[in-house]
Each structure stands twice: as C-alpha cells, then as structure tokens.
C-alpha cells in the first residue's frame, strides 16, 4: 500500500521552479503547464535590480528543481540565494543565454558611468521576440529535469510561441500610431520594447543609470521636452516621482507608469497581458 | 601579419579569462569626526580591503584586509572558505579566519552601523572589532517549514581580543579616541585566549508577509578550559519593508557573561566586564532605523551593561544618515550621550563619512 502510495506520488510529482521575476515565473507556467509548479522571488511591483536577500527564499530554492535566473548581472542577488539553499541537484538556468543582446558596451565602464551592465542591457524579457527565446530555454530545461514531459513542454512552446506570433501581427497594426513617438523614460528598462516597437527613447529622468536626476539634468530635461513637443515620461511604479512630478508642473508633461513586469500594475497578469498593457497606456496618451 | 593577429587574439583571450576570473575586489575608506565641548577631532579608520568570489562551483572564498591609518599595519580581520553546496545533509562549512555565527552584530562589518560605532558593552564583550579567529564552523539547515539554521563553530581565540593578528592595531583606535575616556582607550596589545573555544547558535526567520519579517537566535559560547567563562545570549531582529526605499527595522541583542573564575591570563573584557572575575554581567544593545526615503535613514540606539569599568553603564545615541549616490558613498552622523557609575553625562557628536569602491558597499537598502 505504501509502495503503491510512493509510486503515486512520484508519477504526480511536479517539477518545481523558482524564478528571480514574475516574467520568467509567467512564461515557466506557461510552457511547464499541469506538470510544473513555479515560484518568483521578486514580486512584479519590486526593482529587480534590487532584492533584499531573505533567508526564507533559500528555503523555496531548497526545495527546488530549478532556478531560473534572468541573467546579464541583472539578478545578481540570485546567487546568494542559490548558495544559501544548499541544494546540490539544483539546477540553475540563465534565461539571457540565447538572447541577441543590445547595449553591449564597447568601452572600459567604470561606476563614474552609473549603473551599466558589462554585458548589455538585461531588460531583455520586455521584446515579446525574447519571450519565444525565454520559452525556449525553458522547455529545453524542463524536458532535462522531466524526460516524460518533454512533449508536453515544447507544444505549449510552439503554442505560446503562436499566441506571440498572432499578438505581435494585431500589435504592429493596432498600435501603428506608437511608431516614433518622442518619450522620454525614467530608467534605461525600454530600449528592446522601444525597438520592436518602433519608439523614439529621447532622454531619462535619470542622468546615468541608477543615479537621481540632478537639477542640472531636470533644466536639460525641460528644454528638451520644450524642444522636441514631448509629451510623456513613462516610469515604473517603484520609482520616486518626485523629479518627474515637477517636470510636469514646469512643461504640462504627462506621466505614465508602465509595467515593467508581470504583476507591476493590476492590468498586468500575464506576460501577453504585460506588453498589450504597456502599449494600449502608451497609445491613450496620444489620444 | 597573422602572428600579429594570433598574438592579439591571445592577448584579448587571456585578458578575457583574468576578467572572468578575478574575484569582486572593494576597497572602503572613512573620515571620522568628533566634537564635544572642548575639542573636535578628524581620523579615519584606515583603508577596508574586500576580495571576494568562487574558488570552485562549490565554495566561495572572503578576504577582508583592513590598513590602519596610523601606522600603516595590515591586519588579516577575515580570511575564510565557505563550502554551501555540495555537502550532504544540508550542511555547510566555513574555515580559515573569520567572524563566527555568535549574535546578530558579530557578523556585521562596522561600515554597514547606520549608527557609526558599535556599543561600548559589545566591543568591551566581543572585542573591538567583534569576535574573529582560525577557526571551523559547521552548519546545517533544520528541516523545517521555515528557515531555521544551527551553527557549531571551533575556534582558537575567545572573544575579547582585538580580533587580528599579534601585529595588528586597533582599527577602532579612532572611534575609541573619540569616546575620550583615557581608560577605556587603553588597550592590549597582547592577543587573548588561544585556549579554544566553541560557539553555538540556533536561528529562525519566520517571514510574516510579503513585506515583513522576524528573524530570532539563541547563542551560547564556552571555553574548552572550563575554568573561563560561559557567554549566553538572545537576539531578535524585526523589519517591516514596503517597498523598495522605504523600511523600519529594529534589532536587539542582550548577552550575559558568567561563571568566570581568577585566572593568570589577562582579557580585554574580563578587565572591562568583570573585575572580580565572578559572577554576571549583562549587556545589551537595541537600535531602530527608518529608512525614509531613497536618500535619508534616522533611528537610536540605546546599549547598557550591568558592569563596565566597576560601574553601571549605559548610552543613548540618536543618528541619521545620507546616501546621495545609491550604496556608494554615505554620510552619517549620531548624537551621542553616555552615562557611566556616578560620573557626570557625557556628550558628543560623531560625523562620518564613509565610501567605496567596488560591489562591498557600506549601506543596504
């Protein structure tokens, strides 16, 4: 009875996953389906830059099968976590491995440029192209740890690689108008949206990456809005808007805050939610 | 032309890898300030060097190197192996020179003290730059639902010590300085113990929700030679943070040294603590810190000991601090007001500014 009960339980056994940000939690659930059970770190609303370490995430990591790390030093915090688990069977996946890559630096960086990363802009998951990459490294992992779901795996890829497909074909035509559109943004999270998009990133809030606006940026700042008939800063929801706030007083500006991952903002549950919420508060901004 | 181009394709790979396989390297410099009613006095602790990184896939090696200003001495503060992953029943393992897992604040480096100096009772207990020896620690995780962690740790010097080497000097020199009290600015010069020690520890972190947390530990520490004395304590820490640049955190810590009996071998804290070598002395600290926004801290810090020096004592400091640019570079200062046996207050305001270079950085979000 015990035998048949451990076998049971074993067949039933699901693979568990846990993520550094809800849009690899998101796109594991989609591709792992029945057969996964996943877990983020961070939550949606949180800088992914910046997580505190807890000694209870080690515990979820302990437990695990695999971790799904977003990579491009962008979680470096993950690593921690992962050496504090103690788990000797973990095994540990950069989701930015087969991701083309902008924003690699050509030059030596130093900490006088702000917060670059050496090897390219990680906000990589926010070109819905990347998220048919992300879905791929995923299924591969998890055919590795579950042989008898591989099948399973790579069909809900090819599906959700299709739902991709079909959305980004109503995007292009939907939100043609976005295509050039002047804005400027708080942080440097956009560049891979604003690419496939067709957005025109004219400046950010902040001065460097990671540094806060300084009043000689805020009057660069002004002009430039001035100058160009800009008319939206976009931010995330976890930054101070105070800077941005009083560029709308000086100039009319507007602000946006858009979602930078699954679960930053109500409208935002899924990673497909995620992009169409990003573009439909962009394109009524125009209205 | 294509040994040119062999030759510089070999040096863009070998400086490649060294890249790769450097470890993170910091390096944290202060300038420490100090004014009472007769005299202001400017002194930095020196130079703080941080080596960091993977050995292997399995264990990480730290080395803190700390340069005093005074006389340009190097001390060794840690210089240990962690193995985390790869060892059976959940169990990890640190060995070299580090600081054990005894208490909250033993295991925290002074630049990260939102409240610039450590308490008196702590250093006088711990030592001046809290507890750190050759030595080896086994932990594990208990399999609980929660994380909950025992550490044994082997250790050749006790508490009390300087902490460093027989060359070393008092990286706290400046802050002790900055107390002004002649005795207790006095300092050994001799290392203490080399007796063995052994410290245990039992800590729980219950996370409440998604934006708080408690974390508790019970520590006992005894000598291999019975006839020192046994060191027992509780710490608790709280922090409540809801978002990312704004939380509350309260720590406190309370440990009682006893049954300590006359020996030959002097010790910084038996001098300080216990003059009769018998009997118990309590201390303990507490502080609070709001993080307020991205850039401003402020909180107090209160500390006692039932006995220092031959009298009660106890303090009260009030602190804020600045951080303009992210984690690099902070600014802090503290009011602060001692009481000792029948003495009259004394008053004091200490400034710091404190920086880095490199991922080690003297502030946390």
Not at chain 2, 119 to 137: D, F, I, K, N
Not at chain 2, 225 to 238: A, I, P, Y
Request: proline fraction near 4%.
């Amino acid at each position: 009875m015990l035998i048949v009960a451990l076998v049971l339980n074993s067949l039933s056994a699901k693979v568990s996953v846990v993520t550094s940000t809800t849009d690899l939690a998101d796109i594991a659930s989609t591709i792992g389906g029945e057969r996964v059970k996943v877990v983020s770190i961070a939550r949606g609303t949180q800088d992914p830059h910046y997580v505190e370490v807890l000694p209870s995430y080690m515990i979820k990591v302990k437990r695990a099968d695999i971790y799904l790390k977003v990579g491009m030093e962008l979680d470096r915090w993950a690593q921690q976590i992962i050496d504090g688990s103690r788990n000797r069977k973990l095994i540990i996946v950069d989701c930015s491995a087969n991701i083309p890559r902008l924003e690699i630096p050509t030059r030596k960086i130093d900490a006088s440029m702000g917060d670059i990363h050496r090897f390219g802009n990680p906000h990589y998951w926010l070109d819905p192209e990347n998220g048919k990459i992300i879905g791929s490294t995923i299924a591969e992992v998890l055919s590795e740890a579950d042989p008898a779901g591989a099948n399973i795996f790579w069909e809900n890829h090819r599906k959700f690689s299709k739902t991709i497909d079909s959305n980004l074909q109503s995007w292009r035509e939907k939100y043609a108008s976005l295509r050039g559109m002047k804005l400027i943004f708080y942080h440097n999270t956009w560049p891979y949206f604003a690419n496939r998009f067709g957005l025109d990133i004219v400046q950010f809030v902040e001065p460097k990456p990671g540094i806060m606006p300084t009043p000689s940026h805020i009057e660069t700042l002004i002009s430039l809005i001035r100058e160009h008939q800009i008319n939206v800063i976009a931010m995330e929801p976890y930054f101070s808007d105070k800077a941005p706030k009083f560029l709308v007083e000086k100039t009319g500006i507007e602000i946006i805050e858009m979602a930078q991952s699954v679960g930053a903002r109500s409208l935002a549950n899924s990673y497909i939610e995620m992009i169409h919420y990003n573009l439909e508060i962009l394109k009524k901004t125009l209205e | 032309m294509r040994r040119t181009f062999v030759l510089l394709t070999v040096i863009r790979s070998l400086s490649f890898s060294q890249t790769t396989v450097n470890p993170d390297i910091s390096f944290l410099g202060d300038l420490l300030a100090k004014g009472d009613k007769e005299s202001l006095a400017l002194s930095t602790s020196g130079l703080e060097i941080a080596a960091q990184g993977y050995v292997n896939p399995f264990a990480r090696a730290d080395l803190f190197l700390h340069i005093h200003d005074s006389e340009g001495a190097v001390d060794v503060e840690e210089a240990f192996l962690t193995v985390e992953r790869g060892l059976p029943l959940n169990l990890g393992l640190r060995a070299g020179k580090f600081r054990p897992d005894f208490g909250k604040i033993n295991r925290e480096h002074a630049h990260t003290y939102h409240y610039i100096l450590a308490s008196l009772p702590v250093q006088a207990l711990l030592g001046e730059e809290m507890w750190s020896s050759p030595g080896a620690e086994l932990s594990t995780l208990a399999p609980l639902p929660w994380y909950s962690k025992l550490s044994l740790s082997a250790m050749q010097n006790g508490m009390g010590g300087h902490g460093h080497d027989e060359h070393s000097h008092d990286k706290n020199e400046g802050n002790r300085e900055l107390y002004d009290d002649e005795k207790r600015s006095e300092k050994k010069e001799e290392d203490n113990g080399n007796t063995g020690v052994v410290a245990f520890r039992f800590s729980n972190f219950f996370e409440l929700n998604d934006i708080s947390h408690i974390e508790t530990g019970l520590n006992h520490y005894r000598a291999i030679n019975e006839s020192e004395g046994t060191v027992s304590g509780v710490d608790m820490k709280f922090k409540w943070r809801p978002d990312k640049y704004r939380s509350f955190t309260v720590q406190g810590e309370v440990m009682q040294n006893s049954g300590k009996e006359e020996h030959e071998e002097e010790k910084y804290h038996e001098d300080h603590l216990s003059e009769e070598h018998e009997g118990t002395t309590t201390i303990a600290y507490g502080w609070l810190n709001m993080q307020i926004n991205k850039v401003w801290n402020a909180g107090f810090i209160v500390d006692y000991a039932s006995e220092l020096d031959e009298a009660p004592y106890n303090s009260f400091g009030l602190f804020v601090g600045f951080s303009p640019v992210e984690e690099s570079s902070v600014l802090r200062v503290r009011l602060h007001q001692e009481y000792h046996g029948d003495e009259d207050p004394v008053f004091s305001v200490v400034g710091q500014l404190i920086w880095s270079l490199g991922p080690h950085k003297p502030h946390r979000f």
